[in-house]
């Protein structure tokens, strides 16, 4: 099972980029570089590796839920800071 899980991390990452880049091939409004492709990655990676070690070890199913909810709030605020900029930071993507 732990495997399992693991597989299906290290398989979604590669196909939730794909999205992006095959976008490209069809609008212009899609741009992104190398680099947009590796910082996604290592945020996606490092997010479902996270979330694998905490399924790993916390076995408290509450301790479990709040941790997950935690990870996740905190993607979106750095995918969101990274893509727009809304706290205005130097890494705004704007």
């Known amino acids: ?11 979604t990452v590669p196909i939730l980029l794909l999205i992006p880049f095959i976008a490209m091939q069809f609008t212009d409004q ?6 947009d492709f590796a ?3 290592i945020l996606l990676l490092s997010t479902g590796l996270l979330y694998e070690l905490i399924m790993r070890k916390v076995t408290r199913t509450k301790y479990r839920i ?3 909810i ?3 709030v905190t993607f979106l605020i750095v995918w969101a800071e990274l893509a727009v900029g ?3 930071t130097p ?3 704007n």
Do not use: Y
Request: glycine letters at 10%; proline letters at 0%.
């Open 86 to 88: 809304i706290f205005g």
């Open 1 to 11: 099972m732990k495997n399992k899980r693991l597989k299906i991390i290290l398989t």
């Open 30 to 35: 899609v741009s992104w570089t190398s680099l």
């Open 66 to 68: 709040i941790l997950s």
């Open 39 to 41: 910082v996604m990655g």
């Open 91 to 93: 890494f705004a993507g």
């Open 70 to 72: 935690a990870i996740l």
